[in-house]
């Protein structure tokens, strides 16, 4: 997502966009995007600084902390971001920004529900679906 400064008037400028996962490169081996992600920008200038209130929204694949089981949640996620700009600034790339927002913004542990029991260390038992074969052997 791009601004371009000229545009910029004297109340703002609204802008809103529905950004390929795959341009802000949201995907790696702990979670994937699902869905675009929609964007909604509120730009100001004020001197030589452009101010974006920002907000984010996507769907993202985790798998879960204890059992592994894929997950699906969705993200929404508001933020400033602030840039300094001079007279041969012609336009203001988000992107990386909105990544990096985005990444900040998913849970430290992702669980499919919150009294996930997990897998046995054992046997491997998911203990939400089975009981430990472990203790049978006993």
Not at 101 to 126: H, T, W, Y
């Amino acid at each position: 997502m791009k601004i371009v400064v000229k545009d910029i008037g004297p109340n703002g400028l609204d802008m809103a966009e529905h950004i390929d996962p795959l341009e802000l490169d949201l995907k790696n081996d702990d979670f994937q995007c699902v869905s675009p992600i929609d964007v909604t920008v509120k730009v100001e200038r004020l001197g030589d600084t452009v101010l974006a209130k920002t907000q984010a929204k996507g769907t993202f694949a985790f798998f879960c902390a204890r059992c592994l089981e894929p997950i699906e949640r969705e993200l929404k996620e508001d933020f400033d971001l602030d840039y300094k700009i001079d007279k041969t600034t012609k336009t203001i790339d988000l992107n990386d920004d909105i990544r990096q927002e985005m990444i900040l913004a998913f849970p430290v542990v992702v669980l499919c529900k919150e009294d996930c029991k997990g897998l046995c260390s054992g046997c491997g038992a998911d203990l939400n679906r089975e009981p430990c074969k472990c203790k049978m052997k006993k």
